[in-house]
């Protein structure tokens, strides 16, 4: 969303600001919920519509020109919060649906396929926001801006674009009846063949699936 567009429809640019921020606070707010696991059987249901969510400020940012900051060095926005807890609760909660198979980059020619965990994602994610919000609620909404922009394109926008496509992959396996089988079998902690995933004895998905709250849908 260019300037002209929002004055085209009438949207001040500081309403744009605050939409995001809002969207970027709502995220934070419903992962950190999530990873408290109080309802681990609707946490996959939750984060595919909490991710699907934040997508859609991730594309208003990449179709708003570029933001200039005001300052030519960003300010200390202070230190940055851990996120090691958030990861390693996320981490338990998905376990064993939480590993999954991405492309890094669809435009590389013949990149093999690279193992990828959802809490790793979730978690690199949230401190990318987190980053964007301290200078944000210090006042500095255009660096906010620039920082969420800048950090779409660099790193949040392609790994949550991912984690979305894993998140919607697995509920929509279980609802269109296609087992999960050995999901668990992907290991972040070994490199990738040349042609073929490396892949372990694993076990078959379907009690832990629903143990996340993922429903089998009928007619």
Avoid at 42 to 58: H, I, K, N, R, Y
Avoid at 86 to 114: K, Q
Wanted: hydrophobic share 40%; aromatic share 6%.
């Amino acid at each position: 969303m260019s300037d002209a567009t929002l004055h085209a429809t009438h949207q001040n640019p500081d309403d744009f600001v605050v939409q995001i921020a809002d969207q970027v606070e709502s995220f934070l707010v419903a992962v950190t919920e999530v990873a408290k696991g109080d309802e681990p059987d609707s946490a996959v249901p939750f984060l595919l519509l909490e991710v699907s969510q934040l997508m859609l400020a991730g594309g208003r940012l990449g179709a708003h020109e570029d933001i200039v900051p005001e300052e030519r060095y960003e300010p200390d926005s202070g230190p940055e919060q851990d996120v090691d807890g958030l990861r390693e609760s996320l981490a338990r909660l998905l376990e064993p649906v939480d590993v999954y198979s991405e492309v890094f980059d669809p435009y590389e020619p013949r990149r093999a396929p690279v193992p990828a965990r959802i809490s790793d994602d979730l978690a690199d994610v949230v401190a990318d926001l987190r980053h964007g919000m301290a200078h944000y609620r210090a006042g500095r909404t255009t660096e906010a801006l620039w920082w969420w922009q800048f950090s779409y394109f660099s790193n949040w926008g392609s790994t949550a674009s991912a984690t979305l496509r894993a998140l919607q992959s697995l509920v929509a396996h279980v609802r269109l009846n296609q087992p999960l089988e050995e999901l668990d079998g992907l290991d972040t902690d070994q490199g990738m063949g040349d042609d073929t995933l490396v892949i372990e004895a694993g076990k078959v998905m379907a009690e832990e699936i629903s143990r996340l709250g993922l429903g089998r849908a009928g007619r």
